[in-house]
């Protein structure tokens, strides 16, 4: 199962893993293991990950990433096969990505001797070009009949589902919206009316993609094989040129 409909799927850069997170969850969908499951395994993959840039092990790190990628895409397909749908997986989903990408940069600054400041400026551009990605992807889930565990506006907390604690959902939304909250709303307002628009073309969410966090770790994992450690955090900073672009497209063209 697909967040999009049949109709509405797009060549989307960022989900290069779907093909194998399906023949995982081919093999995980009649046993006990659950989405979040899955989540942690990809936490484990990311820690993997940043350990083994730590002893230059810069292959193994970049398979790692992408690991993390496969297991991200992963979760949310086992959970929609074994229909059980979770706040509680989705929250959390997004609250360890936050985390792993803080750990990701700021790791790669103490292994390249980066400066602080920097690595806090290259984190805030991947966590708004993750935002750019979602805030419009959510958006065209939400207008095609798509899968809406997530919300265009998370401006409160959910009712949780039968199977999960609302106390664990009120917590992890909370939680959420510290990490996610000035993103959201910075994204909100360069184009709050994006989710009014008639039409979201393909091809305006292929170009898009390109800042979805799975082509973001696959950038990554291409630095790290090509021995370019260093470089990751001024091209993050530096990839964050294309966010105007994006959206001034889709208010000028995509009324």
Not at 168 to 186: A, E, G, P, Q, T
Not at 187 to 197: C, M, N, Q, R, V
Request: hydrophobic fraction near 50%.
């Amino acid at each position: 199962m697909s967040k999009l409909t049949l109709g509405n799927k797009f060549i989307d850069v960022s989900d290069y893993g779907r093909p194998a997170a399906r023949i995982i969850v081919q093999l995980l969908k009649s046993t006990r293991v659950s989405a979040v499951h899955l989540t942690l395994l990809f936490v484990v993959s990311g820690i993997l990950a940043i350990y083994c840039m730590g002893v230059e092990q810069y292959w193994t790190a970049g398979f790692f990433l992408v690991l993390k990628s496969i297991l991200d895409a992963a979760d949310g397909q086992l959970a929609r096969t074994k229909n059980q749908p979770s706040y509680t997986g989705r929250y959390l989903d997004s609250i360890l990505d936050s985390l792993l990408n803080y750990a990701l940069i700021f790791s790669i600054a103490i292994f390249t001797n980066a400066n602080f400041v920097w690595a806090l400026m290259a984190f805030i551009c991947m966590q708004t070009q993750g935002t750019v990605y979602n805030y419009y992807h959510v958006i065209l889930r939400h207008s095609t009949d798509g899968e809406i565990t997530s919300q265009i506006f998370e401006n409160q907390s959910p009712k949780a589902f039968p199977e999960e604690s609302q106390a664990m959902v009120n917590f992890l939304f909370k939680c959420f919206r510290l990490l996610y909250k000035v993103f959201d709303d910075f994204i909100y307002a360069l184009d709050p009316h994006a989710s009014k628009a008639s039409v979201t073309p393909k091809w305006f969410m292929c170009m898009v993609s390109f800042y979805g966090l799975g082509f973001q770790l696959l950038l990554m994992a291409g630095f790290l094989v090509m021995g370019w450690i260093d470089f990751i955090i001024p091209f993050f900073i530096a990839y964050s040129v294309f966010i105007p672009v994006f959206i001034g497209a889709r208010r000028l063209l995509l009324k």
